[in-house]
């Protein structure tokens, strides 16, 4: 059996080891694979089984490869892969769900704590020389924000959402979720199930761990922060088209939103002429909260036991439309 890897540098910078999809036969690992349709075929024609995490497998493509029978995405998202061709042409396709629920997590927390209180600003400061020079045994460079008792609103509640809210009501934050699915056991004085229209006004902190569907695209707008409290704060650790990025340049720039931490933006790598970098008052992190180690040895081991199985005709975490 053939087996070719895309795209694998993400994933394994070095610091992993792919032996152990050598069992399953002869392994080619491309670092990085030109997302051209022509480069892709060349790259797989002769691939039984293909891994891949960003390099986009559409139909024109997938048309074009007969021998490749199991397409194995090294990700939760599979929205590079052509699922209904895929489904059409007997491909299996699978990927990697739940490996990076409490990275993630943790991370939209390090950019929560990062601007309420900027501890990079102040490092700075200190390195600089303005300790060194101050009068006064403490100063400060920007306000400093205590999260207890202020109010955090989770859009999406899925592992990641859930684990948000766990770490979210251990810093004594109030929790209010949107939804589709209501969880009213957990109901208590920290937490509620609430409407959108609910969340966007009485949330000081705006966690964003919901999907990209059509219905998500851009439902953070103008209009939408209009209606979000003042100095309001807003992260996004999920998908960039969540958000209209133009909106939220102005809405930072005259301080209606006090400040944002993205993980994700709406193009990746990020374009030089991105508005979210001409906002003030924002982190922007190049994709990262999935990456630990630990979350992406997990995420290697998934994708191994995810072959082994499709192999034995028990396949696991098969993506269908």
Sequence with gaps: MKITILDGFTLNPGDLSWEELKKFGSLKVFDRTENEVDKIVETIADAEVIFTNKTLL???????????????????????????????????????PAYSTDAVAQFTFALILELVNQVGVHHAAVQSGEWVNSV???????????????????????RIGQA??????????????????KYPELESDSF???SFEE????SDIISLHCPLTEKTEGMINKKSMDQMK?????????????????DLKNALNSGKVGGAGVDVVSEEPIKKDNPLLQARNIIITPHIAWAPKEARTRLMHIAVSNLEEFLKGNSINVVKM
């Design 136 to 158: 006064d045994f403490s100063f400060t460079k920007t306000p400093l924000v205590e999260l207890n008792g202020k109010t955090i609103g989770i859009i999406g509640f899925g």
């Design 230 to 246: 003042d100095g309001v704060i807003l992260i996004n650790t999920s998908r960039g088209p969540l958000i209209v990025e133009e």
């Design 58 to 96: 559409h139909k024109e493509t997938l048309e074009r490869v007969p021998n490749v029978k199991y397409i194995g995405v090294l990700a939760t998202g599979y929205n590079v892969v052509d699922i209904a061709t895929a489904n059409e042409l007997g491909i299996t396709v699978t990927n990697v």
């Design 164 to 181: 948000t809210a766990k770490i979210a009501q251990a810093f004594g934050l109030k929790v209010m979720v949107f939804s589709n699915k």
């Design 192 to 194: 509620k199930n609430v």
């Design 199 to 202: 969340l966007i006004e009485q």
